[in-house]
C-alpha cells in the first residue's frame, strides 16, 4: 500500500513538474481554429456559411464546455444565432460549426474582419480564452448608371441652347478610376463641343457625380424625345479599360414657329405710305397667341412703328399683314430684306420673340408719276394761271358782244 501511494505521488509529481515546465499557453485545453472556409464567395447582398474546424492541442487531452462566439461589423452580420457549443472536445477528435453569414448590399469591396472568441474549460473547471480573426473578403467591381437631374430652362424648345445636369453614380462595390463621359445626341440636337467630354477622376462605390453638358436645338428641329447617349471610360477592379454606353433623353416641347411667304410689295423711291404685303405663316408645331408682329426699319425703309396684332394663330395658319412704308429718296431699285419682329405667347403664357426676314422690292417713281407728284405745286400754280387766263378771256369777250 506504502509503495502504491509513493507511485501516485511520484506521478503527480511528475506531472505537475511536466505542467510547470510547459509554456503558459500550453497549460491545460488549447482549442484552435484550425480552419476557416465560406461555402461561396462573397459578394455585395450575398449569403454564405463559415464554416470553423476546432481542435484540442494542449497538455490536457479534453476541453469541455467549448463555446465559440462571432463578433461581425457591418456591413458582414450573422444571419440567426452567433454562437456555438460543444460539450466535450478531445483529442484527436475535431469539433466543426457553422455560421450563416449575410453581405450587406450597399457592402463595398474589401476584407472585413469577423472576431471568434472561443471560451472552454478543463475537467479541474478552469476556463480559458483564445481570440482568432477570420476575414470576409468581399468582392466587387464598377456599375456605373446615369439620369438626368435637371435641364436649364426647365422646358426645352426648338431653337435654342439648354444646359442638361447628368448624375452618374456607381452602384457597384469597387471605384471606377481614370473615370471619363462623353455625351451625344440624336440628330439634329447637337452637343456643344466645350463641354461633349468630361472627366470625373475616381469615383468611389456607392458615391455620385454630376456633371454639366451644353447643347443645343436648330429651329427646325422637331417636337419629340431624343435619344442621348453618355459613353463611360474607366479602370475597373482589375485595372482593365471597361467602357460603358448609357442611354438618357431630352424632351423637345412644342412651339410655335414664324415664316414670311408671298411678300411680293413693291415700293416707289422717294414716296410716302408704300403698302407692304405679305403672309405670317405658323410652321411650329404649337398655338401661338397673342402674337405682336413688328416691321424693323432699315435702309432705304423707315416706318411708323406700327404693330400688328393676331389673337390666336394654331399651327399652319396664315395670316395677311400690311405694314406702311417711307422710302428714302437716296435709295435704288432692288430687292432688300427686312426683319419682322414676332413676340407670341403660348398656352402656359410663356413669351417668346423672333425675328424673321421678309423680302421687299423698290423702283424707281415712274416718269408721269415723278412729274406729277414730285412737283405738284408747280402744276398747281400753271393750272391756276391757267383758270384765271381762261376765265379773263371769257369776260373780255362777253364786253365785246
Not at 456599375?143 to 453614380?169: C, M, N, R
Not at 417713281?365 to 381762261?390: D, E, G, K, Q
Request: aromatic share 8%; net charge neutral.
Amino acid at each position: 500500500m506504502e509503495t502504491e501511494s509513493f507511485g501516485k505521488m511520484l506521478g503527480f509529481a511528475a506531472l505537475l513538474a511536466l505542467v510547470l515546465a510547459a509554456p503558459a499557453a500550453a497549460v491545460g485545453p488549447d482549442v484552435r481554429v484550425m480552419s476557416a472556409d465560406f461555402s461561396n464567395a462573397l459578394g455585395p447582398g450575398s449569403a454564405a456559411n463559415l464554416t470553423l474546424v476546432l481542435e484540442n492541442l494542449g497538455v490536457f487531452p479534453c476541453a469541455y464546455k467549448v463555446t465559440t462566439q462571432l463578433q461581425a461589423i457591418s456591413p458582414v452580420s450573422i444571419d440567426g444565432f452567433d454562437s456555438r457549443i460543444v460539450e466535450k472536445l478531445c483529442q484527436p477528435d475535431n469539433a466543426t460549426m457553422t455560421f450563416s453569414i449575410k453581405i450587406d448590399p450597399n457592402a463595398a469591396a474589401a476584407a472585413y474582419p469577423i472576431i471568434l472568441v472561443t471560451t472552454y474549460e478543463s475537467e479541474y473547471r478552469a476556463a480559458y480564452a483564445a481570440t482568432n480573426t477570420v476575414y470576409a473578403r468581399v468582392a466587387g467591381s464598377p456599375e456605373l448608371t446615369a439620369h438626368v437631374t435637371k435641364t436649364t430652362p426647365v422646358s426645352v424648345y426648338p431653337g435654342g441652347d439648354f444646359s442638361l445636369d447628368a448624375a452618374i453614380d456607381n452602384v457597384g462595390a469597387f471605384r471606377a478610376d481614370s473615370l471619363t463621359l462623353s455625351l451625344s445626341a440624336e440628330a439634329p440636337m447637337e452637343v456643344k463641343a466645350s463641354t461633349a467630354t468630361q472627366s470625373a477622376a475616381t469615383l468611389q462605390p456607392r458615391a455620385s457625380v454630376t456633371r454639366t453638358f451644353s447643347l443645343h436645338v436648330p429651329k427646325n428641329a422637331a417636337a419629340k424625345t431624343y435619344a442621348l447617349n453618355l459613353a463611360a471610360k474607366y479602370l475597373d477592379d482589375n485595372g482593365a479599360w471597361k467602357t460603358k454606353s448609357i442611354p438618357l433623353a431630352v424632351v423637345v416641347s412644342p412651339k410655335a414657329r414664324f415664316e414670311t411667304i408671298d411678300g411680293a410689295s413693291t415700293a416707289l423711291i422717294d414716296s410716302r405710305n408704300n403698302e407692304l404685303k405679305f403672309k405670317l405663316k405658323n410652321t411650329g408645331t404649337d398655338t401661338a397667341l397673342r402674337v405682336r408682329a413688328k416691321l424693323l426699319p432699315a435702309f432705304p425703309f423707315s416706318t411708323q412703328g406700327s404693330v400688328q396684332y393676331i389673337e390666336e394663330m394654331r399651327p399652319g395658319a396664315e395670316k395677311q399683314l400690311v405694314f406702311y412704308a417711307d422710302v428714302d429718296k437716296d435709295g435704288v431699285p432692288g430687292e432688300y430684306s427686312l426683319d419682322v419682329s414676332v413676340a407670341f405667347e403660348n398656352a402656359d403664357g410663356e413669351t417668346f420673340t423672333d425675328t424673321i426676314p421678309v423680302g421687299a422690292k423698290t423702283a424707281y417713281t415712274p416718269l408721269v408719276n415723278a412729274i406729277f407728284l414730285n412737283y405738284w405745286y408747280v402744276w398747281a400754280v400753271a393750272i391756276a394761271a391757267a383758270l384765271y387766263l381762261a376765265s379773263k378771256r371769257l369776260k373780255t369777250r362777253g364786253k365785246s358782244k
